[in-house]
C-alpha cells in the first residue's frame, strides 16, 4: 500500500522582498518514482534546499514520514538520502571502503546493511576495487548506495544522470526502478533530460515561476491532448487539402509520405468515410502519442528546461 512519505503543504520562499516559491502543494509516496520538472530559474533547487533544510522555508511546511522539517528536523532528515549531482567519493579507497567510513557516520548501519546496498546497486563485483577505477556511472551507482546505507524513507537525485552516456543513463534508470519497488521508498528525481524522465517516472511535477502548474501520471500527462493519428494514403497532397478541408483548419500537416491528423480517435470513421467517398486509398492509420517534451513546451509555453 501506498504511503505518503512527503508531504509539501503550502510552502512559500521569499528572498529579499522576492517570492520565489508560491504556495506549494505536493505529496509523494512510497515506491514511486517523481520526476521534478521546470524551465531554468523554476524553482526546482530551492524547492530541493528547502526540502533537505539547506535553506528556511519563509511560510507552510514539509513533513517527511510524518515529521516536520521545520520543527523536528534531526529526526525528518534521518528519513532521507540524498545526491545533488555527482557523489563526493575518496578516490583512493575501495567502494566497500567508502561505504565504511559513511555507514559510521550513521547509527545502526550493519555489515549487512551494507553488502545488501552493494547488491540492491550491482556492484558486487567491484566493491573491493578502488574509486578511482569507477566509470562515471558505478560511480553514481555507489553513491546511491551511500545514500541507502540508513533506509532512508525518500531518496533525493538532482541530476543523477549528469555526464553519463547512453549505456550509463539507462544503468542508472533501472536500477532506481528496481529501488523504487524493492525498497518501497520515495524517489524524487530532478533531470533537465525529459526523454529520461518519460522513461523512468511515474508521475511528474512541473514547476514553473515558483508555482506548481501540473502534476499527473506521465502517460496521463502525455496523452491530455488531442491525439495525432498517422495517414498513409495514396495522393498525399491531395488527402492534406482534402482533411484541411474537411475541418475547416490547420489540422493536418505532411511528414514524408504520410498525413499527420491531430483528431480524437471518435472522428476517425467520419474521416475515413470522407476520404473514401473521394477517392482516396488508405493503406494504414497509426496512432502517434506525444512525447513528454512535446507535452512539457505545451504546458509551460514553449519554454525551454534547463
Known amino acids: 500500500m501506498k504511503k505518503e512519505i512527503v508531504q509539501i503543504n ?11 516559491i508560491k504556495g506549494l502543494n505536493l505529496d509523494i509516496f512510497s515506491g514511486e518514482i517523481l520526476g521534478l520538472l521546470g ?16 535553506i528556511s522555508i519563509t511560510e507552510g511546511d514539509i513533513k517527511i514520514n510524518g515529521v516536520s522539517i521545520k520543527n523536528n528536523y534531526e529526526q525528518a532528515i534521518s528519513y532521507v538520502g540524498a545526491i545533488v549531482e555527482n557523489p563526493e567519493m575518496y578516490k583512493f579507497m575501495t567502494g566497500y571502503q567508502n561505504l565504511e567510513f559513511f555507514a559510521k557516520l550513521t547509527k545502526g548501519v550493519t555489515k549487512e546493511r551494507m553488502n545488501e546496498v552493494v547488491t540492491l546497486v550491482g556492484l558486487e563485483h567491484a566493491i573491493h576495487n578502488k574509486v578511482k577505477t569507477y566509470s562515471l556511472g558505478m560511480r553514481q551507482r555507489l553513491g546511491i548506495a551511500q545514500a541507502l546505507l540508513h533506509r532512508p ?6 541530476e543523477p544522470t549528469n555526464g553519463l552516456d547512453p549505456a550509463g543513463i539507462r544503468e542508472i534508470r533501472d536500477y532506481l526502478r528496481k529501488l523504487a519497488k524493492q ?14 524522465m518519460e522513461l ?3 508521475r511528474i511535477a512541473i514547476i514553473q ?15 491530455t491532448s488531442k491525439s495525432s493519428y498517422a495517414f498513409q494514403v495514396n495522393q498525399s497532397e491531395e488527402a492534406l487539402q482534402l482533411i484541411n478541408m474537411y475541418f ?8 514524408k509520405d504520410d498525413i499527420i491528423v491531430d483528431i480524437d480517435r471518435e472522428e476517425i470513421p467520419d474521416l475515413v468515410e470522407y ?7 488508405i493503406y494504414g492509420i497509426i496512432p502517434m502519442s506525444k512525447s513528454l517534451e512535446e507535452r512539457f513546451l505545451e504546458v509551460t509555453g514553449g519554454t525551454n528546461i534547463a
Do not use: C, W
Open 10 to 20: 503550502n510552502v512559500k520562499k521569499r528572498i529579499g522582498k522576492t517570492l520565489i
Open 39 to 54: 524551465p531554468n530559474g523554476a524553482g526546482k533547487t530551492t524547492t530541493i534546499r528547502m526540502m533537505v533544510g539547506l
Open 153 to 158: 524513507k525518500l531518496l533525493i537525485l538532482d
Open 183 to 196: 525498497e518501497n521508498i520515495a524517489v524524487m528525481i530532478s533531470s533537465h533530460l525529459l526523454s529520461e
Open 200 to 202: 523512468m517516472a511515474d
Open 209 to 223: 515561476h515558483g508555482e506548481l502548474i501540473d502534476v499527473q501520471y506521465v502517460n496521463d500527462f502525455i496523452e
Open 248 to 255: 475547416n483548419d490547420k489540422r493536418a500537416r505532411k511528414e
Open 275 to 281: 476520404l473514401l467517398n473521394n477517392n482516396m486509398r
